[in-house]
T-cell receptor, first 112, second 116 residues
Framework: DAKTTQPNSMESNEEEPVHLPCNHS???????IHWYRQLPSQGPEYVIHGLTSNVNNRMASLAIAEDRKSSTLILHRATLRDAAVYYC?????????????FGKGTKLSVIP | DAGVIQSPRHEVTEMGQEVTLRCKPISGHDYLFWYRQTMMRGLELLIY????????DSGMPEDRFSAKMPNASFSTLKIQPSEPRDSAVYFC??????????????FGAGTRLSVL
């Protein structure tokens, strides 16, 4: 499986935008890029996913590089509730495509 | 829908005892996953089911662990006998088929297991 690399931790001030990077230089053409986050003492929750084009939803935006070797999760205005561990995960079509393989993720701290 | 429901939320037991964790997936979902989370190893997939049939149990650490899904609305993860190194948070997740790698998993709140 293709691997992802994320910074261990990041900090942001409340109400400012946050850009969480993810490198996936060995991504294949059929790999989808998923982001999940895990709030303290909770299970992971889905944030967003994309294949080639940038994506927006009510939680966040996903910006995908043209060569797809990196992507960035954008939280437009960080709130205290966004403090969590964010996981960037690649998912490939075919056998095993329903599995999630979690890395270490990025721990985001939001400063009031 | 109430989401994925796990019970108990916390379990404290003594080494050697049998432990059973329970999960009720979201109604209509046909995939069910069991994960374990520890500080050392992070989140690991233990086993997953499709239509109540185990598909991949390669993540189950050893024979002391077993999982069943007797029907579409209930699954158990059993540890017998339990050991202190089994202490972890165990998550159950469910998802709907048909979207392949676009599929979204929904997680329960987890069961925190402490084996003394």
């Amino acid at each position: 499986d293709a691997k992802t690399t994320q910074p261990n931790s990041m900090e942001s001030n409340e109400e400012e935008p946050v850009h969480l990077p993810c490198n996936h230089s060995t991504i294949s053409g059929t790999d989808y890029i998923h982001w999940y986050r895990q709030l303290p003492s909770q299970g992971p929750e889905y944030v967003i996913h994309g294949l080639t084009s940038n994506v927006n939803n009510r939680m966040a935006s996903l910006a995908i590089a043209e060569d797809r070797k990196s992507s960035t999760l954008i939280l437009h205005r960080a709130t205290l509730r966004d403090a969590a561990v964010y996981y960037c995960i690649l998912r490939r079509a075919g056998a095993g495509s329903y599995q999630l393989t979690f890395g270490k993720g990025t721990k985001l701290s939001v400063i009031p | 829908d109430a989401g994925v429901i796990q019970s108990p939320r916390h379990e404290v037991t003594e080494m050697g005892q049998e432990v059973t964790l329970r999960c009720k997936p979201i109604s209509g979902h046909d995939y069910l996953f069991w994960y374990r989370q520890t500080m050392m190893r992070g989140l690991e997939l233990l086993i997953y089911f499709n239509n109540n049939v185990p598909i991949d149990d390669s993540g189950m650490p050893e024979d002391r662990f077993s999982a069943k899904m007797p029907n579409a609305s209930f699954s158990t993860l059993k540890i017998q006998p339990s050991e202190p190194r089994d202490s972890a948070v165990y998550f159950c997740a469910s998802s709907l088929s048909g979207r392949g790698p676009k599929n979204i998993q929904y997680f329960g709140a987890g069961t925190r297991l402490s084996v003394l």
